[in-house]
T-cell receptor, first 112, second 114 residues
């Protein structure tokens, strides 16, 4: 079963636009929500992460918005650049847990 | 450079052949993981090792075995490869990050079973 659902599967954005990727989770015990970025031929790398005690976290052009009651969180990429073209994965885990559950991934293409 | 090293990077197997994927990390991490990545299915956990000497099944363990050789090395073995095991395999290790824990991934092994 997929405990973390991610959408859309693919996304095309123009340079300078806003990219938005959404995730929903089922397990209310999850309390750590990272996003990973993967370039072709490479392994995923941590981009940004949030805990549910805050509703938003911003690092540069990347922002995570978190809605605990809806069990949803999203990644916003402001002023999207061609260099942001990659696959993005949301994930979730529990503090003290030893496993990270990933969403299905979103392939982002930013056109110049 | 510190990180996770996977070998080989590419491999083609015939159905029924066996092989071992190697993984080593030099960050003194306790936990190590094997994932497979398939289009539209994200990263699915095959096996993990929370600490040296222990291993546990993940979501999709059938057809695989693992060995935590020491703290640095965690190998994945396919005893009798099947076309359904065609995938990209990633090894990862886990450290402690500021807001939780951070996984560091290797660059992957692209396996094709014909």
């Amino acid at each position: 079963q997929q405990q973390v659902k991610q959408s859309p599967q693919s996304l095309i954005v123009q340079k300078g636009g806003i990219s938005i990727i959404n995730c929903a989770y089922e397990n209310t015990a999850f309390d750590y929500f990272p996003w990973y970025q993967q370039f072709p031929g490479k392994g995923p790398a941590l981009l940004i992460a949030i805990r549910p005690d805050v509703s938003e976290k911003k690092e540069g052009r990347f922002t995570i918005s978190f809605n605990k009651s809806a069990k949803q969180f999203s990644l916003h990429i402001m002023d999207s650049q061609p260099g942001d073209s990659a696959t993005y994965f949301c994930a979730a885990s529990m503090t003290g847990g030893s496993r990270l559950t990933f969403g299905e991934g979103t392939q982002l293409t930013v056109n110049p | 450079n510190a990180g996770v090293t996977q070998t080989p990077k590419f491999q083609v197997l015939k159905t029924g052949q066996s092989m071992t994927l190697q993984c080593a990390q030099d960050m003194n991490h306790n936990s190590m993981y094997w994932y497979r990545q398939d289009p539209g299915m994200g990263l699915r956990l095959i096996y993990y090792s929370a600490s040296e000497g222990t291993t546990d099944k993940g979501e999709v363990p059938n057809g695989y075995n693992v060995s935590r050789l020491n703290k640095r090395e965690f190998s994945l073995r396919l005893e009798s490869a099947a076309p359904s095991q065609t995938s990209v395999y990633f090894c990862a290790s886990r450290g402690a990050g500021g807001t939780g824990f951070v996984y560091t991934f290797g660059s992957g092994t692209r396996l094709t079973v014909v």
